[in-house]
């Protein structure tokens, strides 16, 4: 299937269809493309090394010249994060409320492409035209402010775009969900809903964000010692109420983390975070109040091995410290893939003496997405014609789906796809086909210009497991002998001192490689160390069921 139809727009999910995290979807017509996010992903456990997961964006790069715009739905980095990343290979507009962008200008200039970037602040309501697509902005309550859906005029009819969303009756910042403007596009007619899936699997309606602020306030109530509150530095609407709460028991508020400092500065300077700047000190100075005199804001609710809570749960933090009886609440979803790094920062604090809340021990932390409840209301209210379920793992995207059966899209009008996949609208047809090109993840080391290769990450993983061993040989010049006696090092493999005679064995096996090569294969370095590392490789997973790498070194005297 083509798509440089005229008569069809081509979506191309390059995240976020079968993960949390890594949001990126393209629309496509004949002469123009816009893009609805760039976010990224943190990775596991089993990758080590990688810092961050991108979109691959090879697809959108072969066709940048046709990408009229980026539209960013709200300032969470599972939806902005790759935006430096982006912009460093495709020069596009980028439209966002001002929160969102002034959130994303951090990081845009952490990586040097903020002088360069179009930034284009919008307003609720505001409309953009982009080649073929007129885009609207619709608010929509979730757990940061000027959060939006977008809606998109096509030539094939109106297709929404939700974001992330609930529908939060009692809001903390800002306004209510604008269900009138839902509905005016549900009565105008919706050709296309793609809508968030992420608590498809959660029954009912989503919580307010307000329902734990009586649980904080207990917490506040019953610590006599220092009080320490973790939380997403982007969750603007639970800062609010850490900050009040900190008024309302008369303690003094510090904050550590560059990204929570960032956005509580911007979060203010902008009206969103209302705070009184006496009850704000310097982390620094932390010792010299009496401990039921302060809370500490903190970042590290995932277990980030270098976020400030990892660093005070090792006893590390410069000048911050847990000490016995002291609180430590972490107000956040663990996000799927995280519990290890979480578990361990909760162990190192009860080591320390700290009293520990999360979200599965007390009501510290409610959901900034729709539950099953919210998600039909989505639905009732913008009746779509066809239906795709975004955002979430492939469990959550099938949920969704029965969700809007249950609702009264018919099973054939509803679509589940993955990244990658080509979804084609028409105006009378919706479907998904096979993956189109290279599509995936890219997997970052320090900044978005270190990209690893696939290979790369799977020799990590082999080291980890396996470790490594390095035979060194000494050739003399003319490449004809052996100079010296072959020498293996070994390190996480085995103890070597414990296998001598395997070692003993690796090197007759080493030497027996080399002498069995031509002299004008000796000469080719590269061959030596090829041939050197399949003998061993091969003697090793024999002997030791185990493949550890094998690194040979040539050099020449």
């Given at each position: 299937m083509q798509n440089d139809i005229s008569s069809q727009v081509s979506i191309i999910p390059l995240g976020g269809l079968g993960e949390f995290g890594l949001n990126m979807m393209v629309y496509e017509t004949e002469d123009d493309i816009i893009v609805i996010d760039t976010g990224f992903m943190l990775p596991n456990a089993d990758m080590p090394g990688v810092d961050l997961i991108f979109p691959d964006i090879h697809y959108l790069v072969e066709r940048k010249a046709k990408v009229r715009g980026i539209l960013l739905t709200h300032g969470h980095e599972d939806h902005i994060g790759a935006l430096a990343y982006v912009l460093q290979q495709i020069d596009a507009p980028v439209f966002g409320t001002q929160l969102t962008l002034s959130i994303a200008s951090g990081r845009l200039k952490e990586y040097g492409?903020?002088?360069?970037?179009?930034?284009?602040?919008?307003?609720?309501?505001d409309k953009v035209d982009l080649?073929?697509?007129?885009?609207?902005?619709?608010?929509?309550?979730?757990?940061?402010?000027?959060?939006?859906?977008?809606?998109?005029?096509?030539?094939?009819?109106?297709?929404?775009?939700?974001?992330?969303?609930?529908?939060?009756s009692t809001p903390v910042i800002g306004k209510l969900s604008d269900i009138q403007s839902l509905a005016r596009l549900g009565a105008e007619g919706v050709q296309l809903l793609l809508s968030d899936s992420t608590n498809a699997n959660w029954q009912g309606q989503t919580p307010s964000e307000r329902s734990i602020y009586d649980s904080i306030d207990n917490i506040f109530q019953k610590t006599e010692q220092k009080l320490f509150l973790c939380t997403f530095s982007s969750s603007i609407h639970r800062l609010q109420q850490f900050v009040d709460l900190a008024a309302k028991h008369h303690r003094l508020v510090a904050v550590t983390g560059r990204s929570l400092t960032n956005n509580i500065r911007i979060a203010t300077e902008l009206g969103h975070l209302k705070m009184n700047p006496d009850y704000l000190i310097d982390a620094r100075d932390v010792a010299l109040f009496k401990p039921h005199e302060v809370v500490i804001l903190s970042t590290g609710s995932q277990g980030e091995p270098r976020s400030a809570m990892a660093l005070m749960a090792l006893d590390n933090h410069p000048f911050l410290n847990v000490e016995p009886n002291d609180?430590?609440?972490?107000?956040?979803?663990?996000?799927?893939?995280?519990?290890?790094?979480?578990?361990?920062?909760?162990?190192?604090?009860?080591?320390?003496?700290a009293k520990i809340y999360h979200e599965r021990n007390a009501n510290v932390h409610v959901s900034g997405h729709g539950s099953s409840e919210d998600l039909k209301l989505m639905i009732n209210l913008l009746q779509p014609k066809f239906f795709i379920p975004i955002h979430g793992e492939y469990q959550n995207l099938v949920r969704h789906a029965e969700l809007a059966e249950s609702v009264g899209i018919p099973r054939d009008n509803i679509r589940v796809a993955e990244d990658g996949e080509l979804i084609c609208i028409t105006p009378d047809s919706c479907e998904v086909f096979e993956r189109q090109g290279r599509s995936g993840r890219v997997l970052v080391d320090g900044k978005p210009e270190i990209e690893l290769e696939d290979?790369?990450?799977?020799?990590?993983?082999?080291?980890?497991?396996?470790?490594?061993?390095?035979?060194?040989?000494?050739?003399?010049?003319?490449?004809?002998?052996?100079?010296?006696?072959?020498?293996?090092?070994?390190?996480g493999f085995v103890y070597m001192d414990e296998s001598e005679e395997l070692f003993t064995e690796a090197k007759e096996i080493t030497r027996g490689v080399i002498e069995n090569l031509t002299n004008e294969q000796k000469q080719e370095?590269?061959?030596?160390?090829?041939?050197?590392?399949?003998?061993l490789r091969r003697f090793f997973s024999k002997q030791m069921k185990r493949s550890p790498l094998v690194l040979p070194v040539v050099m020449r005297v």
């Open positions: 492409v903020l002088g360069k970037a179009e930034l284009n602040a919008i307003t609720l309501g080649g073929a697509f007129s885009a609207e902005f619709i608010h929509v309550t979730h757990s940061i402010p000027d959060s939006v859906a977008i809606a998109l005029r096509t030539p094939v009819g109106v297709i929404v775009h939700t974001g992330d969303f609930k529908f939060d609180t430590v609440v972490i107000s956040a979803r663990i996000i799927p893939g995280n519990e290890k790094s979480v578990g361990n920062v909760v162990n190192h604090l009860l080591r320390r003496g290979i790369v990450l799977r020799d990590r993983i082999q080291l980890s497991q396996d470790g490594m061993v390095i035979p060194i040989v000494v050739l003399h010049s003319d490449g004809k002998e052996i100079a010296t006696e072959p020498e293996i090092i070994s390190r370095t590269e061959i030596v160390q090829d041939e050197i590392r399949t003998v």
